[in-house]
Every structure is written in C-alpha cells, then in structure tokens.
C-alpha cells in the first residue's frame, strides 16, 4: 500500500479490521502498544511507529501522526492480496466515523 491517511478517531477500529485479514485478533495489548509506539511519531519528520501482525499471514504497519491534526498516516507491508482490502477499509475510514456495537 501506498502511504495513506486515517482520521485518528478511526485507528482502532480501522487497526482492528486491517488485522482481522491476516487472521490477527487485535486486543487491547495491542492497544496498549499502539497508544505507547505512537507517541513520539511525526510524519515530517518521518518518525513512524512499526507494528507488525504475525500470524496465517504477515502485515507489517508504519504508522505517524501528523502533527497539528487529526490525521494518522499509514503504510502497510503485506501480500498483494491484502492490498486491495487494506486500502478500502482505508477509504471508509476517511470517509466515514467507525464505531464499534
């Protein structure tokens, strides 16, 4: 996948249904990690956080915010397979609030 973007009110949600397609179950440890790894990131800067999903299939995430918004940018490193999947839960989550029931 190319660089792209979320909203960072949509991460994870969008973390959770990106890792279901490897067949990764993203719980809150994984929150946890992400909220830390997170932090100290800046796009411009290109300071990204790297999370990696093991398991049927492997995915490999870069993720950095960018500062003074309320955007995450993403790359994800993964089977051509997944890339079309990836960048469509992308698209909704620029278009749409994700929420989960």
Same mark, same amino acid.
């Given at each position: 996948?190319?660089?792209?973007?979320?909203?960072?009110?949509?991460?994870?949600?969008?973390?959770?249904?990106?890792?279901?397609?490897?067949?990764? &179950?993203?719980?809150?440890?994984?929150? /946890?990690?992400?909220?830390?790894?997170?932090?100290? !990131?800046?796009?411009? *800067? +290109?300071?990204?956080?790297?999370?990696?999903?093991?398991?049927?299939?492997?995915?490999?995430?870069?993720?950095?915010?960018?500062?003074?918004?309320?955007?995450?940018? &993403?790359?994800?490193?993964?089977?051509? /397979?997944?890339?079309?999947?990836?960048?469509?839960? !992308?698209?909704?989550? *620029? +278009?749409?609030?994700?929420?989960?029931?």
């Amino acid at each position: 996948m190319k660089q792209d973007w979320i909203f960072e009110e949509n991460r994870f949600s969008w973390l959770e249904i990106v890792a279901s397609f490897c067949g990764y &179950a993203f719980e809150a440890g994984d929150r /946890d990690a992400f909220e830390v790894g997170i932090q100290n !990131t800046n796009h411009e *800067q +290109e300071r990204w956080f790297d999370y990696e999903f093991s398991s049927f299939s492997s995915l490999k995430l870069q993720l950095a915010r960018d500062l003074g918004s309320s955007v995450i940018f &993403a790359k994800a490193h993964c089977s051509p /397979d997944l890339q079309p999947k990836i960048a469509t839960t !992308t698209q909704i989550a *620029q +278009e749409y609030r994700l929420t989960r029931r």
